[in-house]
């Protein structure tokens, strides 16, 4: 459609200049400059396209066009009843360049929950300084299957992968920057953590009420002295017997006041630089782990952001990410 219209916008261009220059008076050619060049036309050439046009969807495209099944749930009701030349009919014409129709329409059902269920609440947020505590929003948006979208199935993850997740995160963050900030580190820099590089053990333990929203999870990466230069970072994780100790500062962890599960990052080998950072799972209420005061922002005010100060006993570790792959800035 897009070629289409640029093909319109040139043909009416060139109606146009031709118009021009069939009414304007013959002009005399133009005087050779000093040095005997002589001066060029710059009117430009306009390019000229056929223009054409689709034809309307058979009934069999239409048929083919219906969601799967397991997406139902996110399609309003006239969709899912509809016949063709209908709500089905409606589904060809909310096509777009980036997504297919069922995402187009994940898209408008999470636009819909999102407008209804965290916008009405931004304002509060901010000024509060705190997540929604009127309502669980986490349970909300797990009720909604928005955790899991990357997670596999048997996990209770509807396995779509990372395209729904950028649509979700785009339209929870449109009702709520605060809120969407939240939303990715749990659904993203925790649960898809555990997804890529946790045991089938760990998987089984940790996702489900992750994903169900009864459980918050965070990230612990960064550090005082350690932001994008995560090379630098000075937490060390030591084996001992039963698991492993790790000492050292955690800073602007979203989720940290309040989440149950955290995915920490630690050095394993202080000398094998990037190849020595190690992945470990902390559970809140481990012996020796311990949470600072909640930092206050001038923005995303609503997502929890904490300090944390530990030496933890740790017995979890990521097993796929025995080498993790880390960035040096």
Not at 280 to 288: D, L, R, T
């Amino acid at each position: 459609m897009g070629t289409q219209k640029k093909a319109a916008e040139w043909a009416a261009r060139d109606a146009i200049s031709h118009h021009q220059s069939a009414a304007a008076p013959p002009t005399a050619p133009p005087e050779t400059g000093g040095e005997g060049r002589r001066e060029l036309d710059a009117t430009p050439t306009v390019l000229r396209l056929p223009i054409t046009t689709s034809p309307a969807p058979s009934t069999d495209q239409i048929n083919q066009a219906r969601p799967d099944p397991k997406m139902q749930r996110w399609l309003p009701a006239l969709l899912r009843r509809a016949a063709p030349g209908g709500g089905a009919a409606r589904l060809f014409a909310s096509s777009s360049l980036l997504f297919d129709d069922t995402q187009e329409q994940f898209k408008e059902s999470v636009r819909k929950f999102a407008q209804e269920n965290i916008a009405p609440r931004a304002a509060a947020i901010d000024a509060s300084n705190h997540f929604p505590r009127d309502v669980d929003l986490w349970r909300l948006m797990g009720d909604f299957n928005l955790h899991g979208l990357t997670a596999p199935e048997e996990y209770g993850g509807m396995g779509l992968g990372y395209m729904y997740h950028c649509i979700s995160m785009e339209e929870i963050t449109r009702a709520s920057g605060a809120v969407g900030l939240s939303y990715g580190a749990h659904s993203n820099l925790c649960i898809n953590q555990l997804v890529r590089h946790g045991s089938p053990e760990q998987r089984l333990k940790y996702l489900p009420k992750l994903i169900s929203g009864e459980h918050i999870g965070a990230l612990a990466m960064s550090e005082p002295n350690s932001g994008s230069d995560v090379v630098s970072m000075k937490c060390k994780a030591e084996k001992v017997d039963g698991g492993y100790v790790l000492n050292g500062n955690k800073m602007w962890c979203t989720n940290g006041p309040s989440a149950q599960t955290l995915v920490v990052y630690a050095k394993t080998d202080l000398a094998a630089g990037s190849k020595g950072i190690t992945a470990f799972i902390i559970e809140k209420g481990m012996p020796g782990f311990s949470t600072a005061q909640k930092l206050d922002k001038l923005g995303m005010r609503g997502s929890d952001v904490s300090l944390f100060l530990r030496t933890a006993l740790c017995h979890a570790r990521m097993s796929s990410v025995k080498k993790a792959k880390v960035f040096m800035s």
